[in-house]
């Protein structure tokens, strides 16, 4: 991948999964089984050398917020398919006028250790991305957590934090998203959160560090 105007975070190897990042913002690629790629909240303006080693296969919006691009990306790749939550399709559809495909349009490509986390209690229909590193747990998310604001020099932070937006913008539930969020957090014990919004989070001690933010909600 070309990285120009961009910067592209690479994990390992084995991870299938880069995140590219501009100015505060940051959008999701995984690469599938069969090779090609699923771009995640596309952002405006990405150098369309950024991709041109592999093909786009898959555009998804993760939340019926992260919209925005999707008209630039649907043109450059005109046979990729659109996908997002049976949640937010009804108000994508009306907002975009694209048409959107159901999860399982690209579920069934997902590389081995990842899947899709739809929390329970929101209004947006957000997915997370569940990916493997180092036999660890990462999330990608949307707008349920983020990090700090990103510098020239540093977009990694070890304390996560949450959009001053998300309570009541994004959550339908707050009694059901906490309850379906701590039980998520025991199962997956991330240790890695990759967010659309600010830094990267990485910590050993994530999963309490969550707990505490959801308490406080």
Known sequence: MSAAKCEVESFTSETNFWSIRKGNARMGVIQLNDGKLCLVSPIASIPKETFDEYTVSHLLAPNH??????????ARYPGAQICSSTRSKERLEKITGLAFKPLTAVKKKLPNGFAFIEPKGLKTGEIWIKFPLDRRAGWFVVDAFSGRKMTSTKNECNEPEILKTFPSYG???????????????????????????????????????????????
């Open 65 to 74: 917020y992260h919209n925005k691009s999707l008209s630039e990306y649907v």
């Open 171 to 217: 959550i339908a539930d707050r009694a059901v998203y906490k309850q379906w969020a701590f039980t998520q957090i025991k199962k997956d014990k991330p240790t890695l959160i990759i967010p659309c919004h600010g830094s990267m989070i990485g910590s050993t001690s994530l999963p309490a560090q969550l707990e505490k933010l959801l308490n406080a909600i």
